[in-house]
């Protein structure tokens, strides 16, 4: 049987789908429950598979790095296959399906040419029909999907170029497998001092090398985007 999330869970959805950092604290203010009901709430929608993950979406706009966007034209019968296969594809960043029923908008990135090519010929297998158009700069946006009216305050980070060492990285990884992982269990996960998780973690954001923490919920209920 499949549980439907209530009012209350569909605010804390929408809240997190704009920041999966938000404390519970926090969230209990936003939802005027108590902090407890909030974890228990969260956990509920974690195991039934409501949420689906927590990541992280850097910047990309700092790398050296290949962005086209696709208009993709895909035939009825393999639209499911088509989706699951980008959805697993490393270079698609986001999927969209547009008002047309069989029309999608994506967005690749490359790191190379050879990348790219083979992105396309998975196309050309599949006979999908597609266009593409060099871009030079990527804009995350959050958006709702239960319309909460959510209400953050955004900081605004200046870009500045850091050179990452295997430290940075693994913090970087660690939160783009799940970006609601405390930096506690972080710095033990990656076998270094909390202080020094804290320090290059704030170092990260305030470079602006992450775009958005946010919340994915199940892709097959609630087909927004992947």
Known sequence: MKVKPDNKDKII?????SNSRLTTKYLSKVVKIPQTSVVYRIKQLEKNNIIHSY???????????????YFFK????????????LRKNK???????????????????????KEKNLFE???????IEYENKKIN???????????SRVNIKNESFKEKNIRLDKIDLSIIKALSINSRKS???VSQDINISYDTCFYRFKRLKKANYFSMFTTFLD????PYDT
Not at 13 to 17: A, K, P, Q, S
Not at 121 to 127: F, V
Not at 219 to 222: D, L
Request: aromatic content about 18%.
């Open 91 to 113: 270079n698609l960043m986001s999927l969209y399906r547009l008002i047309y029923s069989n029309n999608y908008l994506g967005i690749g990135v490359f790191k190379k040419n």
């Open 183 to 185: 930096l506690l269990t």
């Open 13 to 17: 959805l929408d809240y997190l789908m």
């Open 55 to 69: 990541s992280l979406l850097l910047n990309l706009n700092i790398f050296n790095f290949n962005k086209y966007i």
């Open 74 to 85: 895909v035939n009825k019968d393999i639209k499911s296959h088509f989706e699951i296969l």
């Open 121 to 127: 010929n998975q196309l050309k297998k599949l006979n």
């Open 137 to 147: 700069f990527i804009n995350i946006f959050s958006f709702e999907m239960f319309n």
């Open 219 to 222: 892709p097959i209920r609630f």
